[in-house]
């Protein structure tokens, strides 16, 4: 029986508790609320959770993909691949540094990239990969290493860090990701550059904010590349601010005119506790999902598969294609759930259809695998604060929506 009682279901609030709120006072009392001790140790604390040596907090993930861009040396000449099914960020940040940007469609029936046609991509030019972890579960990494490996002999390094590499370098977009696991290794051990979202809406937040690791294997500086985040992130300024605070310790240097996009520590210490409550988070996430999908595979909606045997997603989307109907009929659904009082989304739309990737030379009617994934796509509320009657809810109305489409 459905409930028909109206409610207000948004689509993802920030889970936040009164501990967060304490912790913000505490870093406001403090006296200490720009970058500083909370953010250094949220950087510690990111670092030991994922098994890596060194994690930079920064104020977005677009910021620390495009900052691991420019200190790998990557711009104009160069070319960078990313998917067409994916946010903006993943490929803005590759026109802001002047490179040149490389979509490729998704595969058949998948929110991945078609890895084919990734192979087809990779030229002389090409310096880096951009994969989606989208909604949380990681891409393919066997596949898209092989194939990086298979491409090894067009690779052109331009600097010593990409020499240390010496093959296209693989930074992946994983703001939906922070703590996804595959084949036991963490997102963030596996690509070569990792970046998280800690924006509002995600898992673990810190209101605005990011961060990026770098897996432990390929002979990486750690303490000259944090150097380097650090630099870029703080205007090309030798000394950060807790430095300067050091007795007669004033005097700086501006290495080079860089960026200003530094995580503070009010953010960093919502960071923290949010990090002591997460695998709390992940385990309530996890228990939505399956309660969507035991509720949703009987009328043949597929979603995509967040857990199996050698993967466990963040579960940060719950991405639903409904059968048998187009654009059109899923905005309708849309519409028809806000009625009832049920925040629905769409993720994504395909790049190649908005107005700046059109300017760019782009055209959807290339990659028809992304299209038809959009089409008939409709993401429903996945967040921590959902009650199994809210999930329950949410179900019998999309039921009631499609049979009524």
């Known amino acids: 029986m459905i409930d028909t009682e109206l409610r207000n279901i948004p689509f993802s609030p920030p889970d936040i508790t009164d501990a967060e709120i304490e912790e913000v006072i505490k870093a406001m009392r403090s006296g200490w609320i720009t970058t500083g001790p909370r953010t250094k140790e949220l950087e510690q604390r990111i670092a030991e959770y994922i098994g890596v040596n060194k994690a930079v907090c920064l104020n977005s993930a677009t910021a620390a993909m495009e900052l691991t861009l420019r200190i790998l040396g990557i711009g104009p000449g160069d070319e960078v691949i990313t998917s067409a099914y994916t946010y903006t960020a993943s490929a803005s940040v590759i026109e802001h540094v002047g490179a040149k940007i490389v979509l490729v469609d998704t595969a058949p029936n998948s929110f991945e990239m078609d890895y084919s046609k990734l192979a087809g991509a990779v030229t002389e030019k090409t310096k880096a990969i951009i994969p989606v972890d989208i909604a949380g579960k990681m891409c393919d990494y066997d596949t898209i290493f092989e194939i990086v490996e298979s491409k090894k002999d067009l690779f052109k390094p331009n600097n010593e860090l990409q020499w240390l590499f010496n093959r296209v370098i693989v930074m992946t977009d994983a703001a939906h990701a922070f703590g996804a696991e595959r084949k036991g290794m963490k997102c963030g051990q596996v690509a070569d550059f990792t970046c998280y979202s800690f924006h509002a809406v995600k898992n673990f937040t810190t209101a605005e904010g990011g961060a990026v690791v770098w897996s432990n294997d390929h002979g990486l500086d750690d303490e000259w590349l944090y150097k380097q985040f650090m630099l870029y992130s703080l205007h090309g300024q030798s000394?950060?601010?807790l430095a300067k605070t050091q007795k007669g310790a004033w005097e700086y240097d501006i290495v080079y005119p860089a960026y200003k996009c530094n995580m503070t520590d009010i953010m960093a210490s919502i960071g923290l506790v949010q990090l002591d409550r997460y695998e709390g988070l992940l385990e309530r996430r996890r228990?939505?999902?399956?309660m969507y999908d035991k509720a949703l595979i009987p009328l043949r909606v597929q979603s995509l598969q967040h857990y199996g045997e050698s993967f466990a997603s963040s579960g940060h989307l719950y991405l639903a294609r409904?059968?048998?109907?187009?654009?059109?009929?899923?905005?309708?659904?849309?519409?028809?759930?806000?009625?009832?009082?049920?925040?629905?989304?769409v993720h994504y739309k395909p790049l190649p259809m908005f107005t700046a990737y059109k300017n760019l030379g782009f055209d959807i009617k290339d990659y028809?695998?992304?299209?038809?994934?959009?089409a008939n796509e409709i993401t429903l509320p996945l967040h921590t604060l959902l009650s199994d009657e809210d999930v329950n809810f949410v179900v019998g109305n999309l039921k009631k929506v499609i049979n009524e489409v």
């Open 287 to 290: 228990e939505i999902i399956e």
């Open 368 to 374: 028809p695998n992304a299209y038809k994934q959009y």
């Open 239 to 241: 000394k950060d601010a």
């Open 322 to 345: 409904i059968p048998g109907i187009n654009e059109e009929q899923r905005n309708e659904i849309i519409v028809k759930m806000a009625e009832a009082g049920v925040a629905c989304n």
